[in-house]
């Protein structure tokens, strides 16, 4: 039947008023398949891997979805579909396409004006670089891969949070890092010397850093006092012998007796007199204390990262260890150091070590860095925990003190010997003097810049010492009870 407005018929066979709608052209449909975590390892990384010429885990590259429907393309029109997997065959009409991976060529069909072209740059004429991004089987399996450019020789920074070591520089050809940044640092204690000696926040303490009145008594006055009693002794012998007068000489071996008697008296008491010096100074409390005052703190030790063991007792979580090993010499004994005399007790080895570690203030509570590792300068008055004697010839000699000795080419050659250990372990009482830091809210004992005097104890006759660096005292650990922290 004829009318004036046009009309069609539906595939359900009703006639409905209108031109008949235009088919539209549908996108491919895409579909994506969700990657796995992989844990920052770019062997398992599919495409990334296989970018850079690593090899990547498992048989069959993970795709991103194949086109799947889509619709034959009709007339002249062409348009530019884009995958990373391979082309499913579909109708005759191909468009011009893109690949970034390995494309499978399939019979070609439709109009021979399509055209193929890969991904990447363009030349300079707008036409696109022979080079693609990844083989394409064009029916003869290629012998060589080509990759889109030059891989760089440091792989830049992804941003990635791994859970793998830090590493840095680039990676080898089976995706591993060359180089570790560095070792991590290890929670557990230092167990013996050979580790301590190569940890940089490990502090060796030598004999040097210990208390003696002759190093820290003036050299220009000593040698003064030796000048003017020489010339007393001479100047009384000529006057003695001269008018037989003994006045002089007599003044001059008592002066001499009396300066003698305060030498041997200081060497003898002076490390003692320095103790209760230390345990009569005032504590401070670290709440009120200024940027850079000195001041004496007293609380409980805490280990910081590096903790320590003791040598012999192999005490462990300690943050300062001291073993010594002394040789008594008679008459024809050897030796223990170069400056040992006869009918003494002369130091053969000394392992001395300290790290920093934390305090928490007895007057208020806070908790402060006390920072005697990394070489720093640190006095110590530790007492002794443990001493042992052995004779010599003894063949009590213990299973645990032989194998100490053979650990450091040590030998026994039946001599007398002592061995001395003290430490400062975890939960231990100490008192530590220096200078307080606050940085950003964080409170730090340092070594102060200049030692510290103690000044004339003139009830003691005890004459003025210098401490340098961080003073540590602390009283025998095996004897208190320790607080558990």
């Given at each position: 039947m004829g009318s004036r407005f046009p009309s069609h018929q539906l595939s359900n066979g009703l006639y409905v008023s209108g031109r008949p709608e235009q088919p539209k052209e549908r996108g491919p449909t895409m579909s994506s398949v969700a990657m796995p975590y992989t844990g920052g390892d770019i062997k398992k990384s599919?495409?990334?891997?296989?970018?850079f010429d690593i090899p990547v885990d498992g048989s069959k590259s993970r795709k991103s979805g194949p086109i799947t429907g889509a619709p034959s393309r009709t007339g002249s029109f062409g348009g530019a579909a884009s995958h990373s997997g391979p082309i499913m065959p579909n109708a005759a009409a191909r468009a011009a396409y893109t690949t970034s991976g390995a494309a499978s060529s399939g019979a070609m069909s439709g109009s021979a004006s399509l055209k193929k072209s890969n991904s990447g740059p363009l030349n300079k004429h707008g036409e696109p670089l022979k080079k693609s991004s990844g083989p394409q089987s064009g029916g003869v399996t290629p012998?060589?891969?080509q990759n889109s450019g030059p891989i760089p020789p440091v792989l830049p920074a992804t941003g990635l949070i791994t859970s793998g070591p830090i590493s840095s520089g680039p990676l080898n050809s089976s995706g591993a890092p060359r180089k570790v940044s560095g070792p991590l640092e290890s929670m557990g204690s230092i167990k013996n010397p050979s580790s301590g000696?190569?940890?940089q926040a490990v502090t060796i303490l030598s004999q040097d850093d210990e208390f003696s009145f002759k190093k820290n008594f003036p050299k220009p006055i000593f040698w003064s006092l030796i000048l003017l009693f020489v010339m007393g002794f001479i100047a009384g012998g000529f006057i003695l012998g001269a008018v037989h007068?003994?006045?002089l000489l007599i003044v001059v071996v008592v002066l001499f007796g009396a300066v003698a008697a305060l030498f041997i008296w200081n060497n003898c008491f002076g490390r003692k007199a320095i103790m209760g010096y230390i345990a009569q100074y005032p504590d401070a409390e670290l709440r009120n204390a200024k940027n850079g005052q000195f001041v004496k703190i007293s609380g409980v030790v805490t280990c910081g990262n590096v903790p320590l063991e003791s040598s012999f007792q192999k005490v462990p979580r300690c943050v300062y260890t001291s073993t010594s090993l002394y040789e008594y010499r008679g008459w024809d004994s050897k030796a223990a150091n170069a400056k040992h005399r006869?009918?003494?007790w002369?130091?053969?080895?000394?392992?001395?070590?300290?790290v920093d570690f934390y305090i928490s203030d007895f007057q208020s509570g806070l908790r402060a860095l006390v920072k005697t590792g990394f070489g720093a300068r640190v006095t110590p008055y530790v007492d002794d925990s443990f001493v042992m004697d052995i004779n010599a010839g003894s063949e009590e000699m213990s299973r645990d003190f032989s194998r100490w000795l053979a650990e450091r080419n040590l030998s026994s050659d039946d001599r007398m010997m002592r061995l001395k250990e003290g430490y400062i372990k975890e939960g231990s009482t100490v008192s530590v003097m220096g200078v307080v830091q606050r940085n950003d809210n964080v409170l730090m004992i340092l070594p102060p810049p200049e030692p510290f005097t103690t000044g004339c104890q003139w009830g003691k006759c005890i004459c003025p010492a210098s401490l340098e660096g961080i003073v540590l005292r602390c009283e025998d650990t095996s004897r208190n009870d320790v607080i558990p922290v």
């Open positions: 599919g495409e990334l891997g296989k970018m012998s060589g891969r000696v190569h940890n007068n003994p006045i006869r009918f003494t002369g130091l053969r080895s000394l392992e001395s070590r300290a």
